[in-house]
């Protein structure tokens, strides 16, 4: 079975984007002081869900990465993700995929390059020719689920930037994954 999940999640991106253009923060929070605390805490246990999405980038990371809103959760296609649009300057989804691993995603092989990202097995996809400001980086997490970052600038231009951040964002998120 394969997935077109980084398709759509680009897709999904490149709408959540423009929709988002000249309008602010439109459905972000910026993130309070307060926001690098502890989190509050409850005497219900979460049930086991897998990897949240929005936990993979914490305080730290998003500053490191540029990012300056908190992420929103969502679902694209079945599987759970988080968006961070930061306004005018270029938009960011994790998507967990817990059904398909890395050989299981469809992806043009012109577009994708192979890589690592710590010690994972990774795709760079990115289409250099379009030069349409979009880069995702498909993680692999085991053999049926994986991890993708999907970066779109906000003025669909310079596809390298978007790539530089992909990686930075898989970087930051990697070493958080099981």
Not at 115 to 130: E, F, H, Q, S, Y
């Amino acid at each position: 079975m394969s997935s077109r999940l980084p398709l759509l999640a680009l897709g999904a991106l490149a709408v959540m984007t423009v929709s988002a253009c000249g309008q602010g923060a439109a459905g972000q929070a910026k993130i309070p002081p307060a926001a690098d605390g502890p989190a509050p805490s409850s005497s219900a246990p979460a049930p086991d869900r897998g990897v949240d999405p929005c936990a993979l980038l914490g305080p730290q990371d998003r500053s490191t990465a540029g990012i300056n809103v908190l992420g929103v959760a969502k679902e694209i296609n079945g599987a759970r993700a988080c968006d961070w649009t930061v306004p005018a300057t270029f938009g960011v989804t994790i998507t967990v995929d817990e059904r398909n691993g890395l050989t299981d995603l469809e992806v043009a092989r012109k577009t994708a390059t192979k890589t690592k990202v710590g010690g994972r097995d990774a795709l760079k996809v990115a289409d250099k020719k379009a030069a349409d400001g979009t880069c995702a980086v498909l993680l692999g997490m085991g053999e049926k689920a994986s991890v993708q970052i999907d970066v779109s600038n906000t003025n669909f231009t310079d596809t390298p930037l978007a790539c530089e951040r992909a990686v930075k964002v898989a970087g930051l998120a990697e070493p958080k994954l099981p």
